[in-house]
């Protein structure tokens, strides 16, 4: 498995493009990614051989349990193919930017192991000061 590590800080182009990270970028098989809403408020990306392996647990979970279906709707729902361009830059679409509440100006971009994960930065230091408040007192 290709691990996905580290911490980025990167501007978004043009409004809705970032250049991934080239040690990210490099670990991705393939000329795209799959994009979709975070569980979080972050963008949550995938390459097309990771989503397909990260697809299988929610459509293991039947249909007719309400918890299939709501994380059938989460994950699928908002996904889209994002394709990487020459200077490996890739299209944020507006929806994704929307529910990440990233307005714009400075993203960070996470390895989170299996995929990446693009956080506002003020919504990254929450998230990243609330799990080392945790993993400090033991709640993990």
Sequence with gaps: M???LGEYRHSLVEGKRISLPKKIREKIAGDAV???KG???YVAG???EQWEKTAE???NIP???ERGRTLRRQFFASAVSSEIDEQGRILLPESLLSA???KGGEVIVIGAGDHFEIWDP???QEQSEKVSKEVVSGNR
């Design 2 to 4: 290709k691990m996905l």
């Design 34 to 36: 799959i994009l979709s």
């Design 39 to 41: 569980f979080e408020s």
């Design 46 to 48: 995938f390459d097309s």
């Design 57 to 59: 647990a929610p459509l």
């Design 63 to 65: 249909l007719y349990d």
């Design 100 to 102: 990440a509440n990233i």
């Design 122 to 124: 003020a919504l990254w």
